[in-house]
């Protein structure tokens, strides 16, 4: 029993030591490590973790795109972030897409929103345009089927004033059907 505990306890100390923090301490680098999301707004940090990997419908839609979409709470207030998109291609090739403009049958759109049934606190889609957010997809391994996209510019709140979001990043793994 004391050779199994001498062997292990060193195991364990390095296990924990070697642990990298960031500057929650929580050791989750939120919006770099897979399946993690964040943005500012104001001086309000929102981050949280997808609760699922990132959908991609590889069937093409009537608007001749592929539907990509995530979810995930919010790590302090459990309001949810949730993003969709309508992809031109499946390997991530047009990088910029935005949400939030008019004239088009595409489907992007971010909601950052307390539950379904409430209004949505920030809100960028073009089923009501106006507060334009774009998203530029900044790294993609074909490999691992992981993508990183950053995003900025504006939303509306809850009582339709326009604010900005800044520092978005969501970094996430594809479930692809």
């Given amino acids: ?27 989750v680098n939120y919006g770099t490590d897979e399946n993690t999301w964040t943005f500012t707004q104001g001086s309000t940090t929102y981050k949280g973790n997808l609760l699922f990997d990132a959908s991609l ?22 309001f949810f972030f949730n993003l969709v998109l309508s992809l031109t291609d499946l390997t991530f090739t047009n990088k910029t897409y935005q949400s939030g403009i008019s004239g088009t049958d ?11 049934t409430s209004p949505q606190t920030y809100l960028s ?31 509306k709140d809850e009582i339709g004033n326009t604010v900005n979001i800044t520092n978005g990043k969501v970094t996430a793994k594809n479930e692809r059907f």
């Fill in 57 to 78: 419908n590889t069937l093409l839609q009537g608007n001749n795109t592929y539907t990509y979409s995530m979810i995930g709470p919010e790590e302090e207030s459990g």
């Fill in 125 to 155: 889609s073009n089923n009501e345009p106006g507060q334009i957010l774009n998203y530029s997809f900044s790294s993609y391994n074909a490999g691992t089927d992981v993508v990183t996209i950053s995003f900025s510019g504006q939303v």
């Fill in 106 to 116: 595409h489907l992007n759109a971010f909601y950052f929103f307390e539950d379904f």
């Fill in 1 to 27: 029993m004391k050779k199994i505990l001498l062997i292990l306890t060193p195991a364990i100390l390095l296990l924990f030591t070697g642990c990298k923090k960031n500057s929650d301490g929580d050791g």
